[in-house]
């Protein structure tokens, strides 16, 4: 008997058997050896098809769904060119096993992680993510909410997420709050002179802009650039674009126009120059040899 040894494994071969039968046991060995060695009991978590994604109940108002849409849309079409960010809203966001056992649901109305690949998602699942907890979280303020938006859910985010950055917005009222983990308590953000709140995670400022969204003239929580321009969402890109589009054209319009004015003018004078002087034509003819 000829005995072929790999690692630890010892696998018996007949002189002239099979050598791909050998390779495979050992292959298969390493795979087993691979795995990792779980305590006993273990149980693996829960993933997300296993998971609620949302606990069926819409956004406090019609308001608050317009408002969320927004801030998604506003920073997927500003990070458009990236691919390591994930930016969701009104979905489950789990932490711990416990907390999904116990049914512990935490569904923020915005949120924003760097750092992972760019897709879809039923919820965000920390333990499915590499340990990646939301960096920046908007919850969108209501009567029925407050206690908790000020309350239980910031001292979740503050001291078991650690998000870095927390805000408050009233899209009735159009109040505004911020804080920032300073290091391991919130801190109010010191507004800029414009009166916005910045934000480090997003290189961006959050501010109040009044205006007309989706045909809505209201008070809206918009992100902004550090000269003040306000970051649009990608509908409205394409029409400022448009816009933008229709005035250079509208410009050349009008040029072409006073270019014809002036050629209108120019025959004008001619004209009159040739009732008065003869044509010039005539003076060119009478002129040759």
């Not at 897709?119 to 029925?144: A, F, M, N």
């Not at 990608?234 to 250079?248: I, L």
Request: some cysteine.
């Amino acid at each position: 008997m000829l005995e072929t040894v790999a690692s630890t494994a010892t696998v018996t071969t007949e002189p002239g058997g099979d050598e791909r039968r050998a390779r495979k046991e050992r292959s298969r060995y390493a795979r087993r050896m691979s795995q990792p060695t779980r305590p006993e009991g273990w149980v693996d978590p829960p993933r997300a098809d296993d998971l609620p994604c949302c606990d069926g109940q819409p956004l406090e108002s019609d308001r608050h769904r317009r408002q969320m849409n927004l801030l998604i849309d506003s920073i997927e079409h500003h990070w458009a060119d990236r691919d390591d960010f994930f930016a969701g809203g009104n979905m489950f966001v789990y932490f711990s096993s416990l907390q999904a056992k116990n049914n512990d649901f935490r569904g923020p109305d915005f949120f924003v992680v760097t750092d992972v690949a760019r897709g879809e998602r039923k919820s965000w699942i920390v333990w499915d993510e590499g340990g990646r907890t939301p960096e920046v979280i908007v919850e969108l303020l209501s009567e029925s909410t407050r206690d908790a938006d000020f309350g239980e859910k910031k001292r979740i985010y503050e001291r078991v997420l650690k998000v870095p950055e927390y805000f408050v917005f009233d899209p009735f009222s159009g109040e505004l709050w911020g804080f920032r983990l300073a290091p391991t308590t919130y801190q109010e953000i010191p507004r800029t002179p414009g009166g916005r709140l910045p934000s480090t995670i997003l290189g961006l400022e959050l501010g109040v802009w009044s205006g007309r969204y989706q045909g809505i003239e209201a008070d809206w929580l918009r992100m902004f650039t550090a000269t003040g321009g306000v970051v649009p969402t990608k509908a409205e890109a394409a029409t400022q674009r448009a816009d933008a589009a229709a005035q250079r054209a509208e410009a050349a319009t009008q040029r072409a126009d006073a270019e014809a004015q002036r050629a209108d003018k120019m025959a004008a004078r001619l004209a009159a120059y040739e009732t008065r002087f003869g044509s010039l034509d005539a003076s060119d003819d009478e002129s040759q040899p």
